[in-house]
């Protein structure tokens, strides 16, 4: 069982960055591959990034070049560095175990001045 928990959103301008963090309970984080994913209001959800166990990386056309995907795994934690963020980047954030056995409940991003 792996249980995980979002944190790091919120309120930021155009331009702006933020970091978000997945904290992962249980001794097996390290088995995943793990991604991130959003939905934007009024839109389904779709997929942001993928980091694998190794540590390889693999984004969406419209977030490469300002997010960064990363995970600790002393730690069992992902994260999220967004960087030059814009108004379209507004939605939830979730991160997930791939295959998508796990989710976590989400954490809200709002970019706009």
């Known amino acids: 069982q792996v249980q995980l928990v979002e944190s790091g959103g919120g309120l930021v301008q155009p331009g702006g960055s933020l970091r978000l963090s997945c904290a992962a309970s249980?001794?097996?984080?390290?088995?995943?591959?793990m991604g991130w994913h959003r939905q934007p209001p009024g839109k389904q959800r779709e997929w942001v990034a993928t980091i694998t166990r190794g540590g390889s990386t693999s984004y969406r056309d419209s977030v490469k070049g300002r997010f960064t995907i990363s995970r600790d795994n002393a730690k069992n934690t992902m994260y999220l560095q967004m960087n030059s963020l814009k108004p379209e980047d507004t939605a939830v954030y979730y991160c997930?175990?791939?295959?998508?056995?796990?989710w976590g409940q989400g954490t809200q991003v709002t970019v706009s001045s």
């Open positions: 997930s175990t791939i295959p998508s056995t796990y």
């Open positions: 249980g001794n097996i984080f390290r088995d995943y591959f």
